[in-house]
């Protein structure tokens, strides 16, 4: 079964930089879509972006030109690089990984525990 573990978060200034990673089981991204979800207190679950197994990518309208989904394939890990942080940003970062179609409603198999995000004005 596959296992997912985030790391990177933190707390920074508007304006700033933080790159989240997601490490993965063994065979991950020959099999999977994945995608980085996010929630904040008392909202709904908001899909971030994702990226396709054969590496193309989408991205919620609210992050588009300033966050980066990528991901390395020789180490099984996936990256979110988040520039140009703002305070809506704010909120619990999930990954996750779907044998389904690659869109955000989909169904997704796997979750990690996922990593705080706090954006300070």
């Known amino acids: 079964q596959i296992q997912l573990v985030e790391s990177g978060g933190g707390s920074v200034q508007a304006g700033g930089s933080l790159r989240l990673s997601c490490a993965a089981s063994a065979y991950t991204y020959s099999t999977y879509c994945m995608g980085w979800f996010r929630q904040a207190p008392g909202k709904e679950r908001e899909g971030v972006a994702l990226?396709?197994?054969?590496?193309?990518?989408y991205y919620n309208d609210s992050v588009k030109g300033r966050f980066t989904i990528s991901q390395d394939n020789a180490k099984n890990t996936l990256y979110l690089q988040m520039n140009s942080l703002k305070p809506e940003d704010t909120g619990m970062y999930y990954c996750a990984a779907t044998t389904s179609w690659c869109t955000f409603s989909s169904t997704y198999n796997y979750w990690g525990q996922g990593t705080q995000v706090t954006v300070s004005s």
């Open positions: 990226i396709y197994r054969g590496g193309s990518t």
